[in-house]
Structures are given as structure tokens and as C-alpha cells.
Nanobody, 125 residues
Framework: QVQLVESGGGLVQAGGSLRLSCAASGRTFSRYAMAWFRQAPGKEREFVGGIGGITYYADSVKGRFTISRDNAKNTVYLQMNSLKPEDTAVYYC?????????????????????WGQGTQVTVSS
């Protein structure tokens, strides 16, 4: 069982930066791929990026967002730079076994077994 807790959301002006953190419980954190998803009001949940041995990003955030992880701290991060109003959403972290992540389904929410409660990011124009 893995429990995930996100933090670091808030209100920021367009062009600004935020760093989200996701702390995971459990002693097998390194065996999981981690991902970030987001959901804006009235929109479908969308994949932002994931990190296993390979890191993937959605085209909409490529070059602006960076995912990293610290296995010693059981934490995954999402550094968000050059934020835009369209980045406004609730951001969720999720965990999946590495085998699932490498199955070609890394961007699908159904691949992930564990989810955090989400943290709100609001970007003002």
C-alpha cells in the first residue's frame, strides 16, 4: 500500500514558478514509477509527466516543467516554470509499478494504482 500526499500548490502570476512535492509512504518507493496529472474545472484529467527510469512529459508542458525524484526521501517533485493561466488545475501525483509504466501506458490514469488528494495551482494573468 502506498499513500501519497501532495504539497506546494498556490496562487502565482503568469510567468512565475512553483514546485510541487509528493511524499510517499512505504519502503518500496523506488519500485514505483511516479506521475503527475492535472484536472482543470470542466475538463478531463490529463497526464503532465512521469518518471521511472525514463521521464515523459506532455507536449503542453515540455520545456517548462521538470519532474524529479529523491528515493531517499520517498518524494517526487514537479518544478513548474513559465507558468501560464492554462496551467491552472488541481495537480495529482500517482504511483504505478514500473512494469506498468513501461507497458506503453504511462500517460493513462488507469495505469496508476495509487493517487494523492491533489493540490490546487492557480495561475493569474
Amino acid at each position: 500500500q502506498v499513500q501519497l500526499v501532495e504539497s506546494g500548490g498556490g496562487l502565482v502570476q503568469a510567468g512565475g514558478s512553483l514546485r510541487l512535492s509528493c511524499a510517499a509512504s512505504g519502503r518500496t518507493f523506488s519500485r514505483y514509477a511516479m506521475a503527475w496529472f492535472r484536472q482543470a474545472p470542466g475538463k478531463e484529467r490529463e497526464f503532465v509527466g512521469g518518471i521511472g527510469g525514463i521521464t515523459y512529459y506532455a507536449d503542453s508542458v515540455k520545456g517548462r516543467f521538470t519532474i524529479s525524484r529523491d528515493n531517499a526521501k520517498n518524494t517526487v517533485y514537479l518544478q513548474m516554470n513559465s507558468l501560464k493561466p492554462e496551467d491552472t488545475a488541481v495537480y495529482y501525483c500517482a504511483a504505478a509499478p514500473l512494469s506498468s509504466y513501461y507497458s506503453g501506458r504511462s500517460s493513462l490514469g488507469e495505469t496508476y494504482n495509487y493517487w494523492g488528494q491533489g493540490t490546487q495551482v492557480t495561475v493569474s494573468s
